[in-house]
């Protein structure tokens, strides 16, 4: 399973967007990029999901380069309530075998 | 609105006993996973089962063990409780081959102490 970078932490104020990149060098060519959301005494919530380029749902948006080695979520106008540990994940998720490798995440602050 | 449901939200056990988490999907999931959290260590999973009767070990299985009698329930067993098993567990499930559509549905979490 491919190894992910991402920041431990990032600050940012009400009604900004925020960019979380995802560095994930290895990459294989079977792999999905998959980002979950957790909050304080919560499991993890699914957010959003992709292969390349870039996908768009009613919650974040997932840029993903040409050479998937990275990959960004990007939070259009945080809200307070948008403060949470964001993980990004790596892997074949069309795998009967696949199980879930968390990272340390990023723990994001959004201030008034 | 699909469901992961643990047993219970909060649990205190003493050192030695036999601890029953239990977790229940109604999505009909073939995968279901039970992962502990700690603070500075993030998740980490314990068992995972593909489909009843059937279990893997995660990573660290050590203390636990796990049955899977019918499709929708999940449970993780700590067959003798020991304070450093004091943590957050979560139970996921997820549909096969569908995973790349819906990702892992996570429960709310258990929050075990053991004193």
């Known amino acids: 399973l491919a190894k992910t970078t991402q920041p431990i932490s990032m600050d940012s104020y009400e009604g900004q967007e925020v960019n979380i990149t995802c560095s994930h060098n290895n990459i294989a060519t079977n792999d999905y990029i998959t980002w979950y959301q957790q909050f304080p005494s919560q499991g993890p919530r699914f957010i959003i999901q992709g292969y390349k380029t870039k996908v768009t749902n009613e919650v974040a948006s997932l840029f993903i380069p040409a050479d998937r080695k990275s990959s960004t979520l990007s939070l259009p106008r945080v809200s307070l309530s948008d403060t949470a540990v964001y993980y990004c994940l790596v892997g074949p998720t069309m795998d009967s075998s696949y199980k879930l490798i968390f990272g340390s995440g990023t723990r994001l602050l959004v201030r008034p | ?115």
């Not at chain 2, 073939?30 to 700690?38: G, P, V």
């Not at chain 2, 314990?46 to 329930?73: A, H, L, N, W």
Request: aromatic share 12%.
């Open chain 2, 1 to 115: 609105d699909v469901k992961v449901t643990q047993s219970s939200r909060y649990l205190v056990k003493r050192t030695g006993e036999k601890v029953f988490l239990e977790c229940v999907q109604d999505m009909d999931h073939e995968n279901m996973f039970w992962y502990r959290q700690d603070p500075g260590l993030g998740l980490r999973l314990i068992y995972f089962s593909y489909d009843v009767k059937m279990k893997e070990k995660g990573d660290i299985p050590e203390g636990y063990s796990v049955s899977r009698e019918k499709k929708e329930r999940f449970s993780l067993i700590l067959e003798s409780a020991s304070t450093n098993q004091t943590s957050m567990y979560l139970c996921a499930s997820t549909l096969v081959p569908r995973q790349a559509l819906y990702g892992y549905t996570f429960g709310s979490g258990t929050r075990l102490t053991v004193v």
